[in-house]
C-alpha cells in the first residue's frame, strides 16, 4: 500500500451514471487486476475505495458509478485537480490457474475490474470470453473495450433491450476457470452454477480499507477474512455462504 497524490487527466461520463476517470501518479504498487485504491474526498470523513480499471507504468484508471455524496463530488472534478490516493489495496485476482478458456463475468460496477484481467490474460494466449450484465441497453459500458483487446463478448441485459436477456449465469458454457465480480446475488449464483474452480470479487461496505478495523471481515473455511486485506477476491471453494451479509 502507497499513499500519494494524483492528478485528474480524464474524468468522463459513459453512461448516465458510470464515469470514467484517468488518474497519473506512482502506479508502482499496483500488482494485480482486481485490486482497488482508497480516494480521500475534501468533506468526507471515510475514503472512497474504487475498483482499478486499468493501469500503466504512469497512470491509474477507474470506473465509478454516482450513488452518493463521494461519487457526487468525483464527477465534478476536472482535469488537472489533485487527489489525495492510497493504491495497491487489495489482493487481486490470480491469472496462473486460468486454464486456456477463462470466463470473465461482471454485473454493473462489478465489470470494470475485469478489464484488465482480460488484457493480461488475452496477452498471455488464453481464449478469453467476457459475459457482462446490465439492466438496459442504456446502461452498457466497455463492451467495446473488451472486444478491441481481443475477447469474445457477450452483453445480457435484465429486459432484453441489448444482447441476450436475462442473467449472466444463463449463459455459462465451455470454460476452464471463471473469474467473476458483481452483487452478491450474482457471485452466489455463479458460485452454484460454476463447474470448475472459481474466484469472487466481492463488494463490500469498509471501513479503513486497509485491514486495520476489521469492518469488513467475513468468515470462510479458514476462519474471517477481511474483504479489504484478505480480499476481496476470494476462491469459489473457501466460501461459507450462510455467512455472507
Known amino acids: 500500500m502507497k499513499q500519494g497524490l494524483y492528478t485528474i487527466a480524464e474524468n468522463v461520463p459513459l453512461t448516465h451514471n458510470i ?7 506512482d502506479t508502482s504498487e499496483c500488482a494485480r487486476p482486481g485490486q482497488f485504491i482508497n480516494i480521500l474526498i475534501d468533506g468526507l ?16 484508471t477507474i470506473i465509478y458509478k454516482v450513488v452518493g455524496k463521494g461519487t457526487a463530488a468525483m464527477k465534478k472534478m476536472k482535469v488537472g485537480d489533485t487527489l489525495d490516493v492510497l493504491t495497491g489495496l487489495g489482493n487481486g485476482y490470480d491469472t496462473s490457474c486460468s486454464g486456456d478458456k477463462p470466463l470473465l463475468m461482471g454485473a454493473g460496477v462489478g465489470v470494470p475490474p475485469l478489464y484488465k484481467l482480460a ?9 478469453v470470453k467476457v459475459l457482462i450484465g446490465f439492466h ?8 467495446d473495450d473488451f472486444a478491441a483487446i481481443g475477447a469474445d463478448v457477450t452483453v445480457v441485459t435484465s429486459d432484453g433491450s441489448a444482447g441476450k436477456k436475462g442473467r449472466v449465469t444463463q449463459y455459462m458454457e465451455d470454460y476452464t476457470h471463471v473469474y467473476a465480480c458483481g452483487p452478491e446475488g450474482m457471485l452466489k449464483s ?3 452454477n460454476c463447474t470448475t474452480s472459481a474466484q469472487l470479487s466481492f463488494e463490500e461496505r469498509m471501513g479503513c480499507g486497509f485491514g486495520a478495523c476489521m469492518g469488513c471481515s467475513c ?8 474483504i479489504c486485506k484478505d480480499g476481496p477476491v476470494l476462491f469459489k471453494e473457501e466460501i461459507l455462504w450462510q455467512t455472507q451479509k
Not at 470514467?20 to 501518479?25: A, D, E, P, R
Not at 488484457?119 to 481464449?127: A, D, F, I, Y
Not at 468468515?219 to 477481511?226: A, L
Open 19 to 25: 464515469y470514467k476517470m484517468k488518474l497519473v501518479g
Open 45 to 60: 470523513f471515510l475514503r472512497r475505495p474504487i475498483s482499478v480499471a486499468d493501469y500503466d507504468e504512469q497512470s491509474i
Open 119 to 127: 488484457k493480461e490474460l488475452v496477452s498471455q494466449g488464453k481464449t
Open 136 to 143: 438496459s441497453a442504456s446502461d452498457v459500458f466497455l463492451a
Open 190 to 192: 455463479v458460485y452454484e
Open 219 to 226: 468468515k470462510t473455511v479458514t476462519g474471517y477474512k477481511r
